[in-house]
């Protein structure tokens, strides 16, 4: 999940900055330990052991990145006055970018021998937004819930944090080179120390009310956001600026001891829930600025002998090159031998140890040290070329992706071929849509803005079918409701209805407070966007026809508390129930579709793999309803209410096909394409002339 830190300035060796004098700016064994500890917390995090705050390694490296870059930059404007950008940059260049471009360039092989094509087309794009250091941004864009991601995740998802600190890179030293140079023009003095510290302070004040403000409003977006980070590269760089010299040995001790309390609290009591990055990063992050500073001033102490003994400073030492194959490792063994229990993902992080010691001593050692690549020029155009090889990397995987061929619209029967032939279409040789296009097979409401995003509060006049028609239907629900949009468009322009679409993501029509597992809050967007949909359904739309839905899976929250599965599904028909109770006082006909099967695999994915043998991705019918149910309890309390049960529709002799009529059935997740969605149309307007709901 994160990245070592650059360790060249805390490594001593030929190539390493110019020798330091006095107590600030030592070489520092504990900074090695500390970077140990942090790379552990990492790595048994994402094996899976009981550490559920061990992602707080991240801020550890942040932090340590913050300080070991702030103070080498430091000493050498107070010792010649200025800082050469060129030379730090090439730094940065030779330590960083060969193991990357190695690791990546792994990657780009390895996905194309052990994933489907669906999941190599996402890898390419993953890849080249790592080389080029852009990778958080595209995350965020995407909305990835790092905590939800497990191992069908991007290989190189953790490369987010190397691009924050890439990042950090980047702009840090032009900003304490500028505030600098404004001293020394003001004031006419070479001692600057005090105007960086104002600056280091001011902008992690301003970023750290941006986290806040961020993580409160959009968690999922905030965890990869530079500038909601960048208060935590501020923290270490405060320390290095801030002269620590007057603790006594027992203060230090007891400092010491404090922030690796913090630290080890954090790693063991934080979860997928905290809030973060923000407030609770402040733990972690203090607690290691904690330790810089004890470090700093009484370096003899117990606590940070035992961080410097030869095995913590062999470990933090290889960090950066265990860090950059340890997730790939997960990854990849999960592709290969199906989800990974917490030994044999600690299996696959202890095996990521080789590759990461050869890529230490073989790649990252020889480039630091060459002497051909000591001067700015070479060491750039060395970074130049590393990462055009692992963008190469990343477009060749692209190109050397197969596709199936595609039937045209007509030519693919879906859901009615489900009653024909056998229960699982076996085989097949062109299907629609394309498996890499399903996961973007999306309903027209939602492209055209007409779904509720989770920062939303209302659906804007989104009006299909016949606008003035005197008969108006309504669609009412999370995205579990809007994948039905297709077939009752059809429907709407067949029977010449007003269909309005009011839908929201991860927002169902039971009347309860959720948890949300990507925003990591509760989901107040909700409350109000459902509360305001229903007054308007009520006094503005009129309904004739309520069609409603979501999915069954939320977490209720009683007050602060999160509810189990079994309570949360029990207050959700109750919460349903009161829906269903409001809609049917407005006098429309309602009804309620009960949940889709989930199926337990990444359907596009297995049928871009396995397009012959497609009865390795249909699903158990057992398997695909082995949630709570809730939509048909909840209509069976409401007079008037429908149930529609569409599990005709989607399985047959107690199997769930992956693909129907030459159709793929799924996108993502949960989710049905929209194309096969379409196909549905027939079998809804059968079904609701059955259940006496046409208008």
Known sequence: MTT???????????????????????????IEGLRAVAILAVLLYHAGLPLTGGYVGVDVFFVLSGFLMTRLILDEIERTGTLSIGRFYARRARRLLPAVA???????????????????????????????????????????????????????????????????????????????????????????RRALLAVVLGTGAVSLVYSLFGTLTAADTAYFDTFGRGWEFAVGGAVALVPITRLTPRAATLLALAGLAAIGWSVVSFDETTLFPTPWALLPVL???????????????????????PV??????????????????????????????????????????????????????????????????????????????????????????????????????????????????????????????????????YDDGCHADQPETTSPACVYGDPESDRTVVLFGDSHAMQYFPALERLAKDRGWRLVSLTKSGCPPPQVNLFNDALRRYYTECDTWR??????????????????????????????????????????RDGYTETLTELRS????????????????????????APQQLDECAISQDTAFAYPQVADHAADRVEGARLLDATPAFCRDGTCPAVIGDVVVY???????????????????EQLSSLNALV
Not at 667 to 685: E, I, K, N, Q
Request: glycine content about 6%.
């Open 586 to 609: 407005t006098g429309a006909r309602v009804v309620t579709i009960k949940d889709n099967p989930h199926p337990d695999k990444d359907v596009p994915s297995c049928v871009s793999r």
């Open 667 to 685: 996108g993502v997740t949960t989710h049905l394409t929209a194309t096969y969605a379409r196909t549905l149309a027939p079998w809804l307007d």
């Open 102 to 192: 190695v690791v990546l360039a792994a990657v780009a092989l390895l996905s194309w021998v052990l994933l489907s094509p669906v999941d190599r087309d996402s890898v390419a794009t993953d890849l080249v937004a790592s080389a080029l250091y852009a990778i958080n941004w595209w995350l965020s864009g995407q909305a990835v819930d790092y905590f939800a991601a497990g191992l069908q995740a991007s290989p190189v998802q953790h490369f987010w944090s190397l691009a924050v600190e890439e990042q950090f890179y980047l702009v840090w030293p032009l900003l304490l080179l500028g505030a600098a140079w404004l001293v020394k023009r003001v004031t006419g003095t070479g001692a600057p």
């Open 312 to 445: 913590m400073r062999h470990v933090g030492r290889i960090s950066y090159s265990w860090y950059l194959w340890h997730w790939p490792a997960l990854v990849f063994a999960a592709a290969v031998f199906g989800e990974l229990s917490a030994t044999e993902g600690l299996v696959a992080v202890a095996a990521a140890y080789v590759p990461a010691v050869a890529t230490y001593h073989l790649v990252e050692q020889p480039f630091r040290r060459s002497a051909a690549f000591q001067r700015p020029r070479p060491a750039l155009t060395l970074g130049a070329a590393c990462t055009a090889i692992a963008v190469t990397a990343g477009l060749v995987l692209s190109l050397t992706i197969p596709s199936l061929p595609t039937k045209a619209p007509n030519e693919a029967a879906g859901a009615p071929a489900l009653g024909h032939g056998e229960a699982v279409q076996r085989s097949v040789d062109a299907v629609r849509p394309e498996p890499r296009q399903a996961p973007q097979d999306w309903p027209r409401n």
């Open 287 to 309: 607690g290691t600025a904690a330790v810089i500073a004890a470090g700093t001033a009484v370096p003899s102490v117990r606590p940070l002998q035992l961080l410097a003994v």
């Open 4 to 30: 070592a830190p650059d360790a060249a300035a805390s490594t001593s060796g030929p190539n390493s900055p110019a020798p330091e004098t006095g107590a600030a700016r030592r070489f520092r064994p504990d």
């Open 531 to 572: 509360a305001d949909m229903l007054r308007r359904i009520k006094e503005k739309e009129q309904p004739d026809l309520v069609l409603t839905g979501g999915r069954d899976t939320y977490t209720v929250m009683d007050d602060q508390r999160r509810l189990d599965p079994a309570d949360s599904a029990e207050a959700l």
